[in-house]
């Protein structure tokens, strides 16, 4: 079974340019996090939804916006991009279940979001 | 920014050694989570921790949720070559949906 995917792998952008990152959740899976990891730190919570409605938000701008669609899939979208937002943004998937308050993430590669 | 405090940064260690890493928080977690991240991947959970004071290996790894709930630690016997790569402390509280906060890192390097 194919694991998580997300596209691009890597990209190139400008300060002020508008950036759209996409990640399909290993299948089954209702559940996407996006996380952001900066070169040389632990990946920062930024948005989680499942079943197409948001169900948590980290500490950033309104600048970084999320939906998920029908299928699952979702995609995080960031504006007017500032060099500080290059990192490394990773997306996860999950699946429900009863019993454990938490739900195993799985993460998928990653898209390296360089800003120049 | 990060709320965990792992330690250490980095480890240069020869094969064969045990490794000890841990994190601590100002704060208390409900589940505690160790991940292995190589280049080019995301990361990989290697063990989750349910319990205050539970134990829990796989295979040469070893972790702990601390009695506090504001610790862990993770514990690798014989290091082998592939042991490489940097390791995560991850925090998860209850009713936070899949919110994970991570640790800073400890980069593991092994000498053949």
């Known amino acids: 079974d194919a694991g998580v995917t997300q596209s691009p792998t890597h990209l190139i952008k400008t300060r002020g340019q508008h950036v759209t990152l996409r990640c399909s959740p290993i299948s089954g899976h209702k559940s996407v996090s996006w996380y952001q990891q900066v070169l040389g730190q632990g990946p920062q919570f930024i948005f989680q939804?499942?079943?197409?409605?948001?169900?948590g938000r980290g500490n950033f701008p309104d600048r970084f916006s999320a939906r998920q669609f029908p299928n699952y899939s979702s995609e995080l979208n960031v504006n007017a991009l500032l060099l500080g937002d290059s990192a490394l943004y990773l997306c996860?998937?999950?699946?429900?279940?009863?019993?454990?308050?938490?739900?195993?993430?799985?993460f998928g590669p990653g898209t390296r979001l360089t800003v120049l | 920014g990060q709320q965990l405090n792992q330690s250490p940064q980095s480890m240069f260690i020869q094969e064969g050694e045990d490794v000890s890493m841990n994190c601590t928080s100002s704060?208390?977690?409900?589940?505690w989570l160790w991940y292995k991240q190589e280049p080019g991947e995301g990361p990989v959970l290697l063990i989750a921790?349910?319990?205050?004071?539970e134990l829990t290996s796989n295979g040469r790894l070893t972790a702990q949720f601390g009695i506090t709930r504001k610790d862990s630690f993770l514990n690798i016997s014989a290091s082998i070559p592939s042991d490489v790569g940097i390791y995560f402390c991850?925090?998860?509280?209850?009713?936070?949906?899949?919110?994970?906060?991570f640790g800073g890192g400890t980069r593991l390097m092994v000498k053949p």
């Open positions: 996860a998937s999950s699946s429900p279940s009863g019993g454990y308050s938490y739900n195993e993430q799985f």
């Open positions: 704060s208390i977690f409900n589940t």
């Open positions: 939804y499942y079943e197409k409605e948001e169900r």
């Open positions: 921790l349910y319990k205050a004071g």
């Open positions: 991850a925090g998860q509280r209850n009713n936070a949906g899949n919110m994970l906060t």
